[in-house]
């Protein structure tokens, strides 16, 4: 069973661990791990979720996920990323863009700027069903016609730009990135 570290609502650790599943009481948070990958050529990878998924089946989103009791925000989003999409990142690779905090989870939202065009994708059964890399202009197609999960929309609108920019300064270093983009 998934296991899960809690923590207050100003991010403190409650010292105490939670099974997925198990609702949370009154000011018990968890952590949440989301990852827009882009390529060099600034595609940006969405996959579809599983159709027996229980929450947004059969949608579009970004890839993520809890981050496991004991487990760091950034090794969560490099392990959500590997299990759902069979993609491997180093540390030079992410970035976090921004965080937040939701009803009962705080959301750590990365970028992961990968040195090849559209690397290989394999898909985890009953996490994700399909994949495919987007422009922006894509991805805002497919957000007007509500096909992104509601979530991954919501938490990446305060750090569209940052991503923009992001993805600008790696297709103008042509092979990949340069120098970091962001704080981590």
């Not at 495919?132 to 509601?150: P, R």
């Amino acid at each position: 069973m998934e296991r899960w570290d809690l923590y207050d609502q100003n991010r403190h650790p409650l010292g105490r661990t939670t099974e997925r599943d198990v609702p949370l009481g009154p000011g018990e948070y968890h952590l949440v791990a989301a990852i827009w990958t882009v390529d060099r050529e600034g595609n940006i990878l969405l996959t579809r979720r599983a159709p027996e998924k229980k929450f947004f089946p059969n949608e579009w989103e970004n890839s993520g996920g809890a981050v496991l009791a004991g487990e760091s925000s950034l090794e969560g989003a490099l392990r959500e990323l590997r299990e759902e999409t069979g993609i491997r990142a180093a540390e030079d690779e992410i970035v976090l863009l921004g965080s937040c905090r939701e009803d009962h989870y705080f959301v750590d939202t990365y970028l992961i700027l990968k040195r090849e065009a559209m690397p290989a994708v394999i898909l985890q059964p009953g996490e994700t069903a399909e994949a495919k890399w987007v422009s922006f202009e894509e991805l805002d197609q497919m957000i007007s016609a509500g096909e992104i999960i509601e979530p991954a929309v919501r938490q990446l609108a305060p750090l569209r730009a940052k991503l923009e920019a992001a993805v600008k300064k790696l297709s103008h270093a042509g092979q990949g990135l340069s120098e970091p983009v962001g704080a981590r």
